[in-house]
């Protein structure tokens, strides 16, 4: 989509991964006096402000009334708050609502926000360089043009995925939300051991994060599955053999399945501690 065709976004919140997005669309090309953004600290709206000629304001309905895409970029815990006074103006505007806060689900929002098509989207940090992963889930009210708009928005951070089940966010915020997490202890493991074979630390540290970009690019521009590659630089009997007998044995593939279902777990039950009508459901007290 060009820039004469996009139209008005908003952000409701200006704090790091909205200014990704803001950043982004100016980048790919997005007129910046044509994005909304507000948010109640002066900070926040003087970093967004260095990124271009963006509309600031620390007045929620002034970015409602002026926009057709409204991002919510809230912290979960504060949607309630800021979105219910919202809904009539909401209602009247009808804009797309895309939200990127983690563990509030499609009911959850539209409790407060009224019944408004709506896109849920799970971005991961990643995005804070423009190398995110994006997956969304779109309500049935959503239209064609409606998901080219969330789309256009999150892709300028990295690359998108859809869902079309909302219950599938749950694995990707294990796999995707909470995944950088386990590529970086993953590195603090590997920094640490080269220490300990006598490698000074910022020469470690500087082996496995080359190693790591170039692991991941190898994986992402070849197109080839990664047990493949894996293989394709084990020789039998040589020391990339040895090292991965070595996790085979720590059961590193059990490991891994086991953390992202813990974390698949959690993401079910953060979601109903958001959910305002959990209180009320049976057998919630």
Not at 122 to 137: I, K, W
């Amino acid at each position: 989509m060009t820039s004469e065709q996009m139209r008005k976004i908003g952000f409701i919140g200006g704090g790091n991964m909205a200014r990704s997005l803001v950043g982004g669309l100016i980048q790919a090309g997005h007129d910046a006096a044509a994005i909304h953004v507000s948010d109640p600290s002066a900070a926040a709206r003087e970093a967004m402000g260095r990124l271009g000629d963006v509309q600031l304001s620390g007045d929620n309905d002034a970015v409602v009334d002026a926009v057709d895409v409204l991002v919510l970029a809230v912290k979960p815990q504060a949607m309630g708050t800021v979105l219910a006074p919202l809904a009539s103006r909401l209602a009247n505007r009808r804009p797309l609502l895309v939200s990127i806060a983690a563990g509030l689900t499609t009911t959850a929002l539209r409790s407060w926000a009224g019944p408004l098509p709506l896109v849920r989207c799970m971005p991961n940090t990643p995005a804070l360089v423009g190398a995110g992963m994006s997956v969304l889930y779109a309500t049935e009210a959503v239209d064609a043009a409606g998901r080219e708009d969330a789309e256009t928005v999150m892709r300028s951070a990295g690359a998108v995925l859809w869902v079309e089940q909302e219950a599938q966010l749950d694995a990707v915020t294990a796999v995707s939300g909470s995944g950088p997490a386990y590529f970086f202890h993953l590195m603090e493991a590997m920094i640490a051991a080269g220490v300990e074979q006598g490698l000074d630390g910022e020469t470690s540290r500087a082996l496995v994060l080359q190693t790591a970009l170039g692991a991941a690019r190898m994986a992402v521009e070849s197109g080839t599955d990664p047990g493949e590659l894996r293989r394709q630089v084990t020789s039998p009997g040589g020391t990339t053999a040895a090292a991965l007998d070595a996790f085979a044995k720590g059961d590193l593939m059990g490991l891994v399945s086991r953390a992202v279902t813990a974390a698949a777990e959690r993401s079910v039950t953060l979601a109903a501690e958001l959910d305002p009508g959990a209180a009320d459901a049976p057998g919630q007290g």
